[in-house]
Protein backbone atom coordinates (compact mmCIF):
# COMPACT_ATOMS: atom_id res chain seq x y z
CA UNK A 1 0.00 0.00 0.00
CA UNK A 2 2.12 2.86 -1.04
CA UNK A 3 1.62 6.54 0.40
CA UNK A 4 -0.56 8.69 -2.31
CA UNK A 5 -0.61 11.88 0.05
CA UNK A 6 2.44 13.63 1.67
CA UNK A 7 0.36 14.60 4.70
CA UNK A 8 -3.23 13.29 6.24
CA UNK A 9 -6.36 14.92 5.09
CA UNK A 10 -7.87 16.80 7.68
CA UNK A 11 -11.26 15.15 9.03
CA UNK A 12 -14.55 16.66 9.06
CA UNK A 13 -16.95 15.82 12.07
CA UNK A 14 -19.80 14.28 11.52
CA UNK A 15 -23.60 13.98 13.32
CA UNK A 16 -26.06 11.18 13.14
CA UNK A 17 -29.48 11.38 14.60
CA UNK A 18 -30.51 8.10 16.10
CA UNK A 19 -33.98 8.42 17.95
CA UNK A 20 -33.53 11.88 18.89
CA UNK A 21 -29.93 11.49 19.96
CA UNK A 22 -26.78 12.51 18.05
CA UNK A 23 -24.06 10.18 17.91
CA UNK A 24 -20.68 12.38 16.47
CA UNK A 25 -17.91 10.80 14.78
CA UNK A 26 -14.93 12.35 12.79
CA UNK A 27 -14.56 11.52 8.66
CA UNK A 28 -11.39 11.09 6.90
CA UNK A 29 -12.31 11.59 2.79
CA UNK A 30 -9.75 11.43 0.50
CA UNK A 31 -9.35 11.30 -2.90
CA UNK A 32 -8.76 8.50 -5.36
CA UNK A 33 -9.73 6.07 -2.47
CA UNK A 34 -8.76 2.92 -1.96
CA UNK A 35 -11.87 1.76 0.17
CA UNK A 36 -13.20 2.60 3.35
CA UNK A 37 -12.70 1.17 6.77
CA UNK A 38 -14.82 2.40 9.93
CA UNK A 39 -12.80 2.27 13.53
CA UNK A 40 -15.04 1.63 16.45
CA UNK A 41 -13.33 2.15 20.27
CA UNK A 42 -13.93 0.31 23.44
CA UNK A 43 -16.44 0.47 26.31
CA UNK A 44 -15.40 3.62 28.37
CA UNK A 45 -13.21 5.21 25.63
CA UNK A 46 -13.70 7.70 22.73
CA UNK A 47 -12.93 8.11 19.33
CA UNK A 48 -9.84 10.07 19.84
CA UNK A 49 -8.33 6.44 21.06
CA UNK A 50 -8.07 5.99 17.05
CA UNK A 51 -6.31 9.50 16.15
CA UNK A 52 -3.06 8.44 14.94
CA UNK A 53 -4.50 5.11 13.18
CA UNK A 54 -7.37 6.97 11.64
CA UNK A 55 -4.54 9.23 10.08
CA UNK A 56 -2.00 6.78 8.91
CA UNK A 57 -4.97 5.36 7.13
CA UNK A 58 -6.50 8.45 5.54
CA UNK A 59 -2.86 8.66 4.71
CA UNK A 60 -3.05 5.45 2.95
CA UNK A 61 -5.45 6.56 0.94
CA UNK A 62 -8.16 5.27 3.04
CA UNK A 63 -11.55 6.77 3.75
CA UNK A 64 -12.26 6.73 7.77
CA UNK A 65 -14.88 6.95 9.80
CA UNK A 66 -14.12 7.21 13.59
CA UNK A 67 -17.05 7.55 15.77
CA UNK A 68 -18.28 8.23 19.37
CA UNK A 69 -20.09 5.36 20.50
CA UNK A 70 -23.93 6.23 22.17
CA UNK A 71 -23.42 7.11 25.70
CA UNK A 72 -19.33 7.83 25.44
CA UNK A 73 -17.64 11.07 24.36
CA UNK A 74 -19.54 13.62 22.57
CA UNK A 75 -22.19 10.94 21.34
CA UNK A 76 -25.26 12.17 23.75
CA UNK A 77 -25.81 10.22 26.76
CA UNK A 78 -29.38 8.02 26.29
CA UNK A 79 -32.03 9.51 28.30
CA UNK A 80 -33.91 6.35 27.72
CA UNK A 81 -30.92 4.37 28.79
CA UNK A 82 -30.73 2.43 25.77
CA UNK A 83 -27.17 0.83 25.97
CA UNK A 84 -28.63 -2.51 24.21
CA UNK A 85 -26.48 -4.52 21.80
CA UNK A 86 -29.32 -3.84 18.91
CA UNK A 87 -28.74 -0.19 19.84
CA UNK A 88 -24.79 -0.20 19.31
CA UNK A 89 -25.56 -1.95 16.15
CA UNK A 90 -27.59 0.40 15.01
CA UNK A 91 -25.27 3.18 15.74
CA UNK A 92 -22.71 1.34 13.89
CA UNK A 93 -24.57 0.68 10.62
CA UNK A 94 -25.54 4.02 10.67
CA UNK A 95 -22.34 5.12 10.12
CA UNK A 96 -21.24 2.70 7.76
CA UNK A 97 -24.13 3.85 5.95
CA UNK A 98 -21.98 7.10 5.38
CA UNK A 99 -19.05 4.96 3.75
CA UNK A 100 -18.47 5.12 -0.69
CA UNK A 101 -18.30 1.22 -0.09
CA UNK A 102 -18.52 -1.79 2.32
CA UNK A 103 -15.90 -0.89 4.44
CA UNK A 104 -13.51 -2.56 7.18
CA UNK A 105 -14.29 -3.07 10.36
CA UNK A 106 -11.61 -2.08 12.71
CA UNK A 107 -13.16 -2.61 16.29
CA UNK A 108 -11.53 -2.88 19.79
CA UNK A 109 -13.49 -4.04 23.07
CA UNK A 110 -17.54 -3.18 22.74
CA UNK A 111 -16.74 -1.80 19.39
CA UNK A 112 -14.94 -5.67 18.37
CA UNK A 113 -18.32 -7.43 19.94
CA UNK A 114 -20.42 -4.93 17.28
CA UNK A 115 -18.31 -5.00 14.69
CA UNK A 116 -18.41 -9.02 14.63
CA UNK A 117 -22.12 -8.95 14.72
CA UNK A 118 -22.13 -6.64 11.62
CA UNK A 119 -19.76 -8.81 9.88
CA UNK A 120 -21.55 -12.19 10.74
CA UNK A 121 -25.59 -10.42 10.56
CA UNK A 122 -24.29 -7.88 7.30
CA UNK A 123 -21.84 -9.79 5.34
CA UNK A 124 -22.76 -7.85 2.29
CA UNK A 125 -22.12 -4.89 3.76
CA UNK A 126 -18.36 -5.31 4.81
CA UNK A 127 -15.28 -5.58 3.52
CA UNK A 128 -12.69 -6.81 6.01
CA UNK A 129 -12.86 -7.29 9.58
CA UNK A 130 -10.03 -6.40 12.64
CA UNK A 131 -10.89 -7.46 16.21
CA UNK A 132 -8.63 -5.98 18.55
CA UNK A 133 -7.97 -7.95 21.72
CA UNK A 134 -11.50 -9.60 21.79
CA UNK A 135 -12.94 -12.87 21.84
CA UNK A 136 -15.91 -15.07 22.36
CA UNK A 137 -15.40 -16.21 25.87
CA UNK A 138 -14.72 -12.54 28.09
CA UNK A 139 -15.93 -13.75 31.32
CA UNK A 140 -12.61 -13.77 32.82
CA UNK A 141 -10.72 -12.17 35.48
CA UNK A 142 -9.31 -9.18 33.51
CA UNK A 143 -13.21 -8.35 32.84
CA UNK A 144 -13.72 -8.19 36.25
CA UNK A 145 -10.67 -5.95 36.47
CA UNK A 146 -11.63 -3.81 33.69
CA UNK A 147 -15.44 -3.43 35.50
CA UNK A 148 -14.04 -2.65 39.14
CA UNK A 149 -11.79 0.46 37.68
CA UNK A 150 -14.89 1.62 35.75
CA UNK A 151 -16.84 1.27 38.87
CA UNK A 152 -14.36 2.86 41.33
CA UNK A 153 -14.39 6.58 40.12
CA UNK A 154 -17.99 7.54 39.30
CA UNK A 155 -17.78 10.21 41.38
CA UNK A 156 -15.21 11.84 39.45
CA UNK A 157 -11.73 12.79 39.83
CA UNK A 158 -10.35 16.00 42.30
CA UNK A 159 -7.55 17.01 39.80
CA UNK A 160 -6.46 15.45 36.02
CA UNK A 161 -3.08 14.69 38.52
CA UNK A 162 -5.11 11.72 39.99
CA UNK A 163 -6.74 10.78 36.84
CA UNK A 164 -3.21 10.15 35.61
CA UNK A 165 -2.49 8.00 38.37
CA UNK A 166 -5.44 6.26 38.36
CA UNK A 167 -5.09 5.28 34.84
CA UNK A 168 -0.96 4.41 35.58
CA UNK A 169 -1.99 2.34 37.99
CA UNK A 170 -4.62 0.42 35.99
CA UNK A 171 -2.09 0.17 33.00
CA UNK A 172 1.37 0.54 33.79
CA UNK A 173 2.70 -0.88 30.93
CA UNK A 174 2.13 2.32 29.14
CA UNK A 175 4.52 5.22 29.15
CA UNK A 176 2.82 7.94 30.82
CA UNK A 177 2.77 11.16 28.58
CA UNK A 178 4.47 14.53 29.72
CA UNK A 179 1.41 16.45 29.66
CA UNK A 180 -2.31 16.18 31.23
CA UNK A 181 -3.96 17.50 28.39
CA UNK A 182 -4.73 14.51 26.47
CA UNK A 183 -6.47 13.29 29.64
CA UNK A 184 -9.30 16.22 28.90
CA UNK A 185 -10.48 13.90 26.00
CA UNK A 186 -11.78 11.43 28.29
CA UNK A 187 -12.89 13.67 31.38
CA UNK A 188 -14.88 16.69 31.38
CA UNK A 189 -14.83 19.15 34.69
CA UNK A 190 -18.56 19.84 35.85
CA UNK A 191 -19.42 23.03 37.88
CA UNK A 192 -18.27 21.19 40.91
CA UNK A 193 -15.12 21.14 39.69
CA UNK A 194 -14.33 17.42 39.49
CA UNK A 195 -13.09 15.59 36.80
CA UNK A 196 -15.81 13.29 35.48
CA UNK A 197 -15.50 10.63 32.54
CA UNK A 198 -16.98 11.58 29.17
CA UNK A 199 -19.48 7.98 29.51
CA UNK A 200 -22.17 7.23 30.88
CA UNK A 201 -22.16 5.27 34.20
CA UNK A 202 -25.65 3.58 33.20
CA UNK A 203 -23.96 2.06 30.23
CA UNK A 204 -22.16 -0.86 32.76
CA UNK A 205 -25.75 -0.91 35.04
CA UNK A 206 -26.92 -3.99 33.29
CA UNK A 207 -24.56 -6.98 33.65
CA UNK A 208 -26.88 -9.71 33.22
CA UNK A 209 -26.96 -8.66 29.43
CA UNK A 210 -23.47 -10.52 28.37
CA UNK A 211 -24.52 -13.81 28.07
CA UNK A 212 -27.22 -12.89 25.96
CA UNK A 213 -24.46 -10.60 23.75
CA UNK A 214 -21.89 -13.63 24.03
CA UNK A 215 -24.48 -15.92 22.78
CA UNK A 216 -24.93 -13.77 19.68
CA UNK A 217 -21.17 -13.10 19.11
CA UNK A 218 -20.73 -16.61 18.78
CA UNK A 219 -23.91 -17.09 16.38
CA UNK A 220 -22.13 -14.09 14.23
CA UNK A 221 -19.00 -15.27 13.96
CA UNK A 222 -20.45 -18.65 12.40
CA UNK A 223 -21.61 -16.11 9.73
CA UNK A 224 -18.07 -14.44 9.04
CA UNK A 225 -16.86 -14.85 5.48
CA UNK A 226 -14.85 -11.90 5.07
CA UNK A 227 -10.85 -11.59 5.37
CA UNK A 228 -10.93 -11.78 9.40
CA UNK A 229 -8.02 -10.22 11.72
CA UNK A 230 -7.64 -10.79 15.61
CA UNK A 231 -4.38 -8.26 16.92
CA UNK A 232 -3.97 -8.92 20.66
CA UNK A 233 -1.35 -7.87 22.74
CA UNK A 234 0.68 -10.61 24.01
CA UNK A 235 0.36 -9.60 27.53
CA UNK A 236 -3.59 -9.25 27.23
CA UNK A 237 -5.39 -11.46 29.81
CA UNK A 238 -8.70 -10.94 28.21
CA UNK A 239 -7.65 -12.83 24.89
CA UNK A 240 -5.38 -16.01 26.12
CA UNK A 241 -4.03 -18.68 23.63
CA UNK A 242 -7.41 -20.76 24.61
CA UNK A 243 -9.58 -18.05 23.46
CA UNK A 244 -7.64 -17.76 19.96
CA UNK A 245 -8.00 -21.31 19.66
CA UNK A 246 -11.96 -21.42 20.23
CA UNK A 247 -12.40 -17.96 18.40
CA UNK A 248 -10.40 -20.16 15.31
CA UNK A 249 -13.11 -22.84 15.66
CA UNK A 250 -15.73 -20.53 14.81
CA UNK A 251 -13.78 -18.44 12.29
CA UNK A 252 -10.72 -20.68 11.18
CA UNK A 253 -10.15 -18.23 8.02
CA UNK A 254 -8.88 -15.28 10.46
CA UNK A 255 -5.53 -14.31 10.94
CA UNK A 256 -3.78 -13.63 14.16
CA UNK A 257 -1.05 -11.27 15.07
CA UNK A 258 0.61 -11.00 18.70
CA UNK A 259 1.75 -7.56 19.48
CA UNK A 260 4.49 -7.70 21.74
CA UNK A 261 4.55 -5.78 25.57
CA UNK A 262 0.78 -4.79 24.81
CA UNK A 263 -1.96 -5.75 26.93
CA UNK A 264 -5.74 -5.08 26.65
CA UNK A 265 -5.27 -1.66 25.37
CA UNK A 266 -3.76 -3.11 22.24
CA UNK A 267 -3.43 0.15 19.90
CA UNK A 268 -2.69 2.42 23.02
CA UNK A 269 0.02 0.06 24.41
CA UNK A 270 1.78 0.50 20.72
CA UNK A 271 0.53 2.21 18.04
CA UNK A 272 3.29 1.53 15.70
CA UNK A 273 3.02 -2.09 16.18
CA UNK A 274 -0.76 -2.06 16.14
CA UNK A 275 -0.61 0.27 12.88
CA UNK A 276 2.06 -1.76 11.10
CA UNK A 277 -0.11 -5.23 11.62
CA UNK A 278 -3.37 -3.09 10.73
CA UNK A 279 -2.08 -1.81 7.43
CA UNK A 280 -0.39 -5.37 6.38
CA UNK A 281 -4.11 -6.72 6.29
CA UNK A 282 -5.18 -3.65 4.42
CA UNK A 283 -2.83 -3.75 1.56
CA UNK A 284 -3.32 -7.41 1.43
CA UNK A 285 -6.99 -6.87 0.81
CA UNK A 286 -6.14 -4.84 -2.55
CA UNK A 287 -4.16 -7.69 -4.03
Same mark, same amino acid.
Not at 64 to 75: M, P
Not at 199 to 207: C, L, S, T, Y
Given at each position: ?? +??????????????????????? +???????????????????????????????????????????????????? /? /?????????????????????????????????????????????QRVRGLVLVDIALNTENEE? +??? /???????? &??????????????????????????????????????????????????? &? /???????????????????????????????????????? =??? =??????????????????? &??NNAFSVAVTDFLNRLQR
Amino acid at each position: MA +DNMSAAPQSTRVEIARDDHMVVG +DQWRVAPSVGDVVLAHGGGQTRHAWHDTARLLAKRGWNVISYDARGHGESEW /R /RDKDYSQEGYLGDLLAMMDLCVTPPVLVGASLGGMMSLVAAGEHPQRVRGLVLVDIALNTENEET +DRI /RAFMDAYL &DGFASLEAVAEAVHAYNPLRKRSSSLEGLKRNVKQRADGRWYWRWDPAMIA &D /RGKVPVWLARMKAAAKKVRVPTLLVRGDRSHMVDAVSVTE =FLR =FVPHAEVVDIHGAGHMVAG &DDNNAFSVAVTDFLNRLQR
